[in-house]
Antibody, heavy 125, light 108 residues
């Protein structure tokens, strides 16, 4: 059974840092890309960042680029999100999600087949 | 950046058909995926590659995609289908994943 368990959320002051973790089990972790998706209270889903199976390809939403860093440790079956210079608008439930699909030279056909339950990040003074 | 527009809400009586649209520029050329999210729960994939259903998802859920609109159709709606629904695509110009604005389905 696929399981994704996020941790590391909490209350943090604006400008400070936080590191989220996602522990994966039930599948061959290093075969799959992994992503972070967040959801502000009462709002919709927002893609945050993604990383390929070997960390060779990484992407960020414009809203977090330069402040957040995604990484993974395939030996530990874990995904991470280092969040620096946090802002009030970063307050959200952060989900890690397993990705399935493929990319050709011109397009990508990828979707999120499993999601964790999320970890809540609250940025407030 | 690529924008996906969904109606904020759709109301449907039990046993009837709900249609949730996802509008985007030439979305028919992209692969669209749909997620169901019930209150307090993580999203669940209900349709991928425009019209494929994951195992465990009822046949009542179907999808289509053409032109500037993708559609998620829920037939014979049940009370348990009440949830928020999101469409998702990959945007080639930004190399980003993009989610729709979300639609709340209410079963009357």
């Amino acid at each position: 059974e696929v399981q994704l368990v996020e941790s590391g959320g909490g209350l943090v002051q604006p400008g400070r840092s936080l590191r989220l973790s996602c522990a994966a089990s039930g599948f061959t972790f290093d075969d799959y890309a992994m992503h972070w998706v967040r959801q502000a209270p009462g709002k919709g889903l927002e893609w945050v960042s993604g990383i390929s199976w070997n960390s060779g390809s990484i992407g960020y939403a414009d809203s977090v680029k330069g402040r957040f860093t995604i990484s993974r440790d395939n030996a530990k079956n874990s995904l991470y999100l280092q969040m620096n210079s946090l802002r009030a608008e970063d307050t959200a439930l952060y989900y890690c999600a397993k990705v399935v699909g493929y990319c050709s030279s011109t397009s990508c056909y990828v979707y999120f087949d499993y999601w964790g339950q999320g970890t809540l990040v609250t940025v407030s003074s | 950046s690529y924008v996906l527009t969904q109606p904020p809400s759709v109301s449907v009586a039990p046993g009837k058909t709900a249609r949730i649209t996802c509008g985007g520029n030439n979305i028919g050329s992209k692969s669209v995926h749909w997620y169901q999210q019930k209150p307090g729960q993580a999203p669940v994939l209900v349709i991928y590659y425009d019209s494929d259903r994951p195992s465990g998802i009822p046949e009542r859920f179907s999808g289509s995609n053409s032109g500037n609109t993708a559609t998620l159709t829920i037939s014979r709606v049940e009370a348990g289908d009440e949830a928020d629904y999101y469409c998702q695509v990959w945007d080639s110009s930004s190399d980003h994943q993009v989610f729709g604005t979300g639609t709340k389905v209410t079963v009357l």
